[in-house]
């Protein structure tokens, strides 16, 4: 697995990995999804 999706640095990515979704129904009802806010990245 490469770098990019074990320790995310960008939150649009940290969000779309927090999108899939987990085959086991308890720990998918009690995980915490991160939401993409764009106001709040600073550009490059």
Do not use: C, G
Request: overall charge neutral; glycine content about 0%.
């Amino acid at each position: 697995m490469t770098t990019s999706l074990t320790t995310p640095q960008h939150p649009y990515t940290k969000a779309l990995l927090s999108a899939i979704p987990i085959p086991d129904p308890d720990a998918e009802r009690s995980r915490v999804r991160t939401v993409y806010k764009p106001e709040e990245v600073t550009p490059a």
